[in-house]
């Protein structure tokens, strides 16, 4: 568990470390890659075990998901958050977007409107768009540097009765936080009110930093109208090996998504993903734990940087997830101008935070699951870029 150690990914095709991809969006192959949500760290060394003996099996035809397996997944929910997950509840599938994709499908019509809090996962607004539905925003806001539900709106939105669903993103990506109970308790009980179905996407729930504590929105709500996106995918870095779980309480609303994943011959089994999710669940408790103290490390490392460096790049705190929401406001340059400045000047490739939204214009998301030395040139980068900047009389 050496999260210092440097690991060269160009090895093998990896979309983060890609020098097309790295050109494509930024224009720069040689931009430090901080984009994509993955991280630049070895998966646990139980996974990896596990893969090893797989591997070294040599037969690779057909599997299934024995019961030990999710009952690693029901033990690690249990253990962790105390929440009691029903086997039967839980409905595996190829990923969370194609999940997704099939709930909005069977929640909503042609035309209905989908309710997203921006700035949020961009590709949140692809997988409504693709399935011919319309986005509809209830924007964060943000307030003494700290993002809220602005649950007025959501009132208005959720009672508009073409709105027919709302994706929670929780813990939020990228704005990082880790929404508690009464926040889910008000956010339930309006969608509860106008019969608004919730999808909500916990993929980044392992990662709330402590003493922050992730809240399972089905911990909460009744689940009579909503479902729950799970994933192994981020927690111990396997989003290579696909395999995520939708939770869907109801039975009627569970047998349609079934159908939905038979239809559509989603139901294949992944011989290697179900070796190291069960491994991961059974066996990476402790890793996860390292791996939150190193993040938090990291927090600590740029918040203190960039107070340092006075260079007018602020940190919105992150309660959760490995991933930093940086306010690049105060160097006013508009969205693309900031686009070019980061990518070009500072050399980094970061998510640009309009992508989010246009609520995100200004901001910039970085994934800080990396080596402290990749953060550290990152940041270096970033401020010899605004110190040339003023020194040739810009801001
Ligand atoms: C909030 C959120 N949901 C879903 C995904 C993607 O999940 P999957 O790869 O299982 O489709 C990501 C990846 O960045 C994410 O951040």
Redo the contacts with the bound molecule.
Sequence with gaps: MNFDEYIDRREYPTLKWRAAFLNEHFGNPDAIPMSV?DMDFKAPPAVIARLGQRAAHGVYGYGYRPEGYFGALLAWYRDRYGWEIAREHLVPSP????AMAILINQHSERGNGVILQPPV?F?FRMVIRRNHRRVVKNPLRLVDGHYEIDFEDLERKAADPNNKILIL?SPH?PVGRVWQREELEQVAAICRRHGVFVIA?E??GDFALPPRQFVPYLSVADGENAAACI?P??TFNI?GL?E?FTIIPNAAHRQAFRAFMEQYFLDRVHVFGVEAVEAAYRDGGAWLDALLAYLRGQVDFIRAYLQRADIGVSLIEPEGTFLAWLDFRGLGLEAKALEQFLAHEAQIALAQGYWFGREGAGFGRMTIACPRQTLERALNNLRAAVLARRARGGT
């Design positions: 949500a990923s969370i977007l194609n996962f590709e993103c990506n996407d993929i980044h994933s995918a981020k989003s696909v995520a």
